[in-house]
């Protein structure tokens, strides 16, 4: 309700043609008084419409309804988020008055009490499909002349837009498939093709607050799938490919350190995109910032160091390091590299980032098995932790601080595991238990695979024996205690080997569900072919099986047959029990 009675507010003040207007106001099923409010100014002002919908019907459908019932020549979809200033009205009609072919006008919107840039003017790229982005979005307009100028383009945001009567006319309402997103551009392409001239007016200048209204965001990957196509037929030829993906690049950077500022990755990538689009006098802030960021974090102790292994598939790694400079909010950690023999483009781009200080990269040619890889790893690390990470896994936010917390707080835990996801939600990994074969033989595996990632039994925070290597955390001093991983295994049971070793010392072993990353699971072994690792207990020339072999002669007498004791403390089912 306060961001609509600011708009109000602002509206009234600075429109000397208040009393001349037709202000219609929509009210999707407000629950916190705004209906009060509003019904309040209808009995206040004589110019005021108000249509109260009994649920969200959502953006296209409310504007449709307002547009519906405008009786004048121009209509003007505004947010409630905006704050207009002085002007923002009449020069707007001064744009749309000044040839009879301009159909819609766009104001310049900047974020509240700045002057960073949230419109000016939309553009397209084609990044494997086209995207619509705000262009100069989160750039301070004194560095983007353009902003202060008038000028045709090809789309608007609708969050302040006028459009002529007309237009309507020709081509209809906006299209109520979309969902509180791209409608706007939608309608732009339809104007644009139907012969209208589209105006950016860069003096109906409004401060725009973005998106506070909940579940904003819920439908945007489904209507930007509808966009591209209902329109793929003739996107291309708005598209400025190369300089408008390095502008959209140069956006999604800008939005990560706006949520993270300690996010040097993307201060770093900041760098080079600035430079490449030619805007030498904020690659200049951007260089001093990062220069002062990354000596913080090269000289600061690192409390977590990482280590993963690669070989190849650099676009897994990049979104591997991207999303753990991402999701780390101090700069306490450092990321070692170790590097087996990649022959792609992985060991030319880690020379760049290691030569920024943004890792440490060890390089194996011939290249070592998981268990070589990790142990180069650790021992050049300077971390109070250790974190065992596959270049496949996407962490989310807040896993390094309960990490942290838990080995902090808590020093029997001597290892930590976390709540692994497939990349549709389902769970990959929630500790791993053993269970006892036909044959005698215990066997492990991870329990409730499959299951719903939110599921109770997966969200338990919990004692195990093992968990998975593919994201493990282990206190140094223990790794060094154990002599680190068994280098007999390959590729196979070394996380199981250190789990019970460390379990063996007195330590617990913990699956620790509150941190969680997706899993893409296997990238280095689907390379190498699977078939190589799959468990055949009668085939000899199994590596798994001869990992599995090797496992059992040193732990068997010690590994405890466990699966049913979590299924009867869940009130699960136990699929195991009549195999």
């Known amino acids: 309700m306060e961001l609509t009675k600011q708009c109000i507010d602002s509206i009234v003040i600075n429109t000397p043609e ?93 974020y509240p009490n700045s002057d960073i840039i949230q419109h000016i003017g939309v553009k397209f790229a084609k990044y494997g499909i086209v995207y619509p982005y705000h262009y100069s979005k989160l750039r301070s307009q004194r560095y983007v002349p353009e ?25 209809g309402l906006l299209d109520e498939e979309y969902r509180n997103s791209y409608e706007d551009v939608d309608f ?35 209507n930007f799938e509808l966009f591209n196509r209902k329109w793929e037929a003739v996107l291309e030829k708005y598209c400025d490919n190369e300089k408008g993906v390095l502008e959209l690049y140069d956006i999604w950077a800008r939005e990560e350190i706006q949520k993270n500022p300690n996010n040097i990755y993307m201060l770093f990538q900041l760098c080079n995109f600035s430079k490449q689009l030619d805007r030498w006098a904020e690659y200049g802030l951007f260089q001093q910032e990062f ?48 590097d087996n023999n990649s022959t792609d483009v992985t060991l030319r781009n880690l020379e760049v980032m290691e030569n920024s200080g943004l890792v440490r990269v060890i390089r194996n040619n011939p290249e070592k098995t998981y268990a070589e890889s990790n142990n180069q790893g650790a021992k050049v690390a300077r971390g109070k932790y250790l974190v065992f990470m596959n270049n496949d896994i996407l962490p989310f936010e807040n896993w390094s ?66 968990v998975t290597g593919a994201f493990l955390a282990i206190r140094r001093e223990l790794f060094e205690l154990v002599q680190g991983f068994d280098e007999y295994y390959h590729f196979g049971h070394e996380d199981l080997d250190i789990c019970l070793a460390v379990r063996k010392l007195g330590y617990k072993v913990w699956y620790n569900s509150e941190v969680c990353a997706i899993h893409l699971e296997s990238a280095t072994k689907k390379l190498k072919g ?42 699960e089912f136990n699929p195991f029990t009549n195999v």
């Open 18 to 110: 208040f009393n001349n207007i037709q202000l219609i106001i929509i009210d999707n099923a407000s629950t916190d008084g705004t209906n009060s409010y509003l019904s309040e100014l209808k009995h206040k002002w004589g110019n005021v419409q108000l249509v109260s919908n009994t649920e969200n019907l959502g953006f296209a459908k409310a504007c449709n309804q307002g547009i519906k019932a405008s009786k004048a020549k121009y209509t003007i979809l505004l947010n409630n988020d905006i704050i207009v200033t002085k002007g923002w009205l009449s020069n707007m009609l001064k744009e749309a008055e000044s040839s009879p072919n301009i159909g819609i006008v766009g104001s310049r919107l900047l």
């Open 147 to 171: 902003s202060e100028i008038s000028s045709d383009v090809d789309c608007v945001t609708f969050a302040s837009v006028l459009i002529k009567e007309e237009v309507f006319e020709r081509i």
């Open 188 to 222: 732009c392409i339809r104007a644009k093709e139907s012969g209208f001239r589209i105006r950016y007016c860069a003096d109906s200048l409004l401060y725009h607050f973005e998106s506070q209204r909940p579940h904003r965001n819920d439908y945007d990957r489904q």
């Open 291 to 338: 220069d002062e960021k990354i000596s913080k974090y090269k000289n600061l102790g690192p409390i977590l160091s990482i280590i993963i292994p690669t070989h190849n598939k650099w676009e897994v790694t990049n979104r591997c390091l991207q999303k753990i400079f991402e999701t780390i909010r101090n700069l306490n950690f450092e990321i070692i590299i170790v």
């Open 401 to 466: 601080e309960k990490i942290i917390e838990i080995f902090e707080n808590h020093p029997e835990v001597g290892i930590q595991g976390a709540k692994l996801v497939y990349p549709n939600g389902l769970i990959q990994h929630s500790g791993i238990v053993f269970r006892k074969l036909r044959n005698g033989q215990k066997h492990h595996y991870h329990i409730y695979l499959g299951k719903q990632g939110d599921d109770i039994c997966v969200s338990k925070s919990r004692e195990m024996q093992a």
């Open 530 to 571: 699977l078939e190589k690792f799959a468990l055949k207990l009668n085939d000899p020339n199994s590596i798994d099986y001869k990992n599995y072999i090797y496992f059992h002669r040193k732990w068997g007498d010690f590994v405890q047959i466990d699966d049913n004791k979590y299924y009867q403390e869940d009130k």
